[in-house]
Nanobody
Framework: QVQLVESGGGLVQTGGSLRLSCAAS????????MSWFRQAPGKERKFVAT????????IYSESVRGRFTISRDNVKNTVYLRMASLKPEDTASYYC????????????????WGQGTQVTVSS
């Protein structure tokens, strides 16, 4: 079992930045690839970014590539999502999730989820 707790969300103006954190506990954090997803009101949850267990490889969705950066610290058992040049369409609840297999971005392949943190970007 892996417990995940997100933090760092909030209200920010267009063009601003935020850094989300996801603290993990339970099973060995470094065994899992970690991902971020987001869900806007009334819409389906969508993949944002993922990082392999060692932190060397990353994949981003087209909508955030070049603006968001995923990273992890396996000593602190934490994964981060640095978000820059934020747009109103980035407004959503952001969830971190753990998967045993890097590269598969499907929701169904992620075994553990956090409760989410809200990001609101004002225009």
């Amino acid at each position: 079992q892996v417990q995940l707790v997100e933090s760092g969300g909030g209200l920010v103006q267009t063009g601003g930045s935020l850094r989300l954190s996801c603290a993990a506990s339970g099973r060995t954090f470094s065994n899992y690839a970690m991902s971020w997803f987001r869900q806007a009101p009334g819409k389906e949850r969508k993949f944002v970014a993922t990082i392999d267990s060692g932190g060397a490889m990353t994949i981003y969705s087209e909508s955030v590539r070049g603006r968001f950066t995923i990273s992890r610290d396996n000593v602190k058992n934490t994964v981060y999502l640095r978000m820059a040049s934020l747009k109103p369409e980035d407004t959503a609840s952001y969830y971190c999730a753990a998967t045993p297999s890097f590269g598969n971005t499907a929701i169904s392949r992620h075994d553990y989820w956090g409760q989410g943190t809200q990001v609101t970007v004002s225009s």
